[in-house]
């Protein structure tokens, strides 16, 4: 098997896209930079994913030079057995240097001997959170670990480094985003609670633990509740915040009153 970009699939990260660009370019630059090899792929984890529950579909967190290489990976995933399983495991490199006469993993065996393949390296990388594992394949038996762990190796630990930080940097970006609304948010949430609090005849932390759980239980954001109430001008809500703010306890698993759900929007 030759390597063939026409195959180079990404992972489908929600959170980081750059993640998967990352993999297809480290799968690239392993085989490239381990000549004995046929190919390789690479494989991306998060720290609050354990090897055991990782996604059974491969293409979410890997790349691969060959979809016959991506089709190994996902054998191990749905089997939970072979050497990313084990290098995850053990945070150590892991591989056969010959599959025909190696039969620790039974069902990654027989689908890579099935492809050609008959030796395997992979190297486990981690830095903040993230997990990445290079794995490369040779069609010929032969001792592919120790080729793997030069140039790979580098590359790995360089790539994986990039990635986590890239990971940290959108989080941050999430964050502020966040925040940023919360901020031109907090103005709207004070005006209801002022309402709430000539309402009710409450004190401000009162009036906005009342509107927060109001929030919860009618599964509203508490924005868009607040927007609601200083819209009306608590015109048509006296009752329901009456009724609420005198039957709603402070457990959030409490179902909402009748009245609570037909707040309107």
Not at 75 to 87: F, K
Not at 105 to 122: E, F, I, K, N, Q
Not at 218 to 243: H, P, Y
Request: aromatic share 4%; net charge neutral.
């Amino acid at each position: 098997m030759t390597p063939d970009r026409r195959h180079l699939h990404a992972p489908r990260q929600t959170d980081a896209p750059s993640l998967g660009r990352g993999l297809v370019e480290l799968a690239e630059q392993a085989a490239a930079g381990t000549p004995e090899s046929c190919g390789a792929t690479a494989t991306a984890v998060l720290a609050e994913e354990p090897s055991g529950a990782m996604d059974v579909d491969a293409d979410r967190t890997t790349a691969a030079t060959h979809p016959d290489l991506s089709a190994l990976v996902s054998v191990q995933l749905r089997a939970g057995e072979g050497p990313i399983l084990a290098a995850l495991d053990t945070g150590r490199p892991a591989g056969a240097d010959d599959l025909l006469h190696d039969d620790r993993w039974p069902r990654y065996r027989a689908r890579a001997l099935d492809a050609g393949v008959r030796s395997s390296a992979t190297l486990p990388f981690a830095c903040d959170g993230l997990t990445v594992t290079v794995s490369v394949y040779g069609l010929r038996p032969g001792p592919l670990r120790k080729a793997a762990q030069g140039t790979t190796g580098l590359l790995g630990d360089l790539a994986t480094e990039s990635m986590a930080r890239d990971r940290l940097y959108r989080a941050a970006l999430v964050q502020v985003d966040q925040l940023d609304t919360a901020l031109r948010s907090r103005p709207v949430v004070d005006q209801a609670c002022g309402i709430v609090m000539y309402v009710l005849g409450c004190d401000p932390d009162q009036a906005f633990d009342l509107l927060r759980r109001l929030s919860q239980r009618t599964n509203r954001k508490l924005a868009e509740l607040a927007e609601t109430v200083v819209r009306t001008r608590g015109r048509g809500l006296e009752r329901n915040l009456i009724a609420f703010g005198r039957s709603a306890a402070p457990g959030p698993d409490r179902p909402a009153s009748a009245r609570a759900r037909d707040l309107p929007g």
